[in-house]
């Protein structure tokens, strides 16, 4: 079954903000890139997937399509998708 969370984050005192989401655990994806916004992820996969959607400050860091480099969690949320 396939169905759709939506994501909504926002940000104060940063630059530059990426939105990262990693599945049952394996490394980060990028979701979204802005200080502020609502996305929907229309590709959520039942069957007890695990999604992690995470904030990362990249103000100070290069962050890019493949990573975070190191840059600081803002924030996050886990979607269980049963």
Not at 1 to 13: F, L, Q, R
Not at 25 to 40: A, I, K, M, R, Y
Request: proline residues 2%; aromatic residues 12%.
């Amino acid at each position: 079954m396939v169905c759709t969370s939506t994501i909504g984050w926002d940000t104060s005192n940063v630059s530059n903000a990426f939105v990262y989401v990693s599945l049952n655990g394996q490394p980060d994806v990028l979701f979204e890139n802005n200080l502020w916004g609502t996305q929907d992820a229309s590709w959520i996969q039942g069957n007890g997937n695990v999604y992690v959607f995470a904030v990362y400050d990249c103000s100070f860091t290069t962050c890019t399509s493949s990573g975070h480099s190191g840059a600081p969690e803002l924030a996050s949320v886990t979607v269980l998708a049963q």
